[in-house]
């Protein structure tokens, strides 16, 4: 089955650690993003990439970081200089194509918790 | 600049009753629209979506129309069900950028049997 695939569901961290989650697709988009939730709110992008070894900032990119050297991997790390990383973080990708029909689809999400 | 309006939840509605979640949008030219539903815990589905004005677009009973006049896309469904309590985004695709997304805040839909 094609999809997109978060690890791990839930995250545990102590203040002043960095922290990886991953992020795996096999529908072989091009272009993936991470978005990050918080309780009654709605998404708020902090990466995307359009194409491998490419990607551009979002609207909340202070305090992550993010890497795209495999097509089908884009893995997001919170670093201790994120001041309020406690949230639901949602990984996305698209066919990339830039048609007007380009529909991102969801993985299903790692809620971090920072203790 | 593109943004998306929806209506401030929750809605609650009983078992058979008719939806409307309100959605109106900011964009120049004709942006694409998407309906997503996110259950407890989960990521987000697309539910539906329209490429351009006057499209509909429909999936498990949802149905939105692409209001190029009035620039909205609102949600309806004829009768709702206990398991489509949820939470639902109204979101759009700027022109300028195709992978860009713009969601709205999202609206928490509760059906009471």
């Known amino acids: 089955d094609g999809g997109i695939t978060q690890s791990p569901k839930y995250l545990f961290r102590k203040e002043g650690q960095n922290v990886t989650l991953s992020c795996e697709q096999n529908?072989?988009?091009?272009?993936m993003y991470w978005y990050r939730q918080d309780p009654g709110q709605g998404l708020r992008l902090i990466y995307y990439s359009q194409i491998v070894n490419d990607f551009q900032k979002g609207d909340i990119a202070e305090g992550y970081s993010v890497s795209r050297e495999k097509k089908e991997s884009f893995p997001l790390t919170v670093t201790s200089a994120q001041k309020n990383p406690t949230a639901f973080y949602l990984c996305?990708?698209?066919?990339?194509?830039?048609?007007?029909?380009?529909?991102?689809?969801f993985g299903p999400g790692t809620r971090l918790t920072v203790l | 600049g593109n943004s998306v309006t929806q209506m401030e939840g929750p809605v609650t509605l009983s078992e058979e009753a008719f939806l409307t979640i309100n959605c109106t949008y900011t964009?120049?030219?004709?942006?694409?629209l998407f309906w997503y539903v996110q259950y407890p815990g989960e990521g987000l589905q697309l539910l539906l979506k329209a490429t351009k004005a006057d499209d509909k677009g429909s999936n498990k009973g949802f149905e939105a129309t692409y209001r190029k006049e009035t620039t909205s896309f609102h949600l309806e469904k004829g009768s709702v069900q206990v398991s489509d309590s949820a939470v639902y985004f109204c979101?759009?695709?700027?022109?300028?950028?195709?992978?860009?997304?713009?969601f709205g805040s999202g609206t928490k839909l509760n059906v009471k049997p």
């Open positions: 529908l072989n988009h091009d272009a």
């Open positions: 996305a990708s698209s066919i990339g194509a830039g048609g007007p029909a380009d529909t991102q689809y």
């Open positions: 979101a759009l695709s700027g022109i300028e950028n195709f992978n860009k997304f713009y």
């Open positions: 964009a120049t030219g004709y942006p694409s």
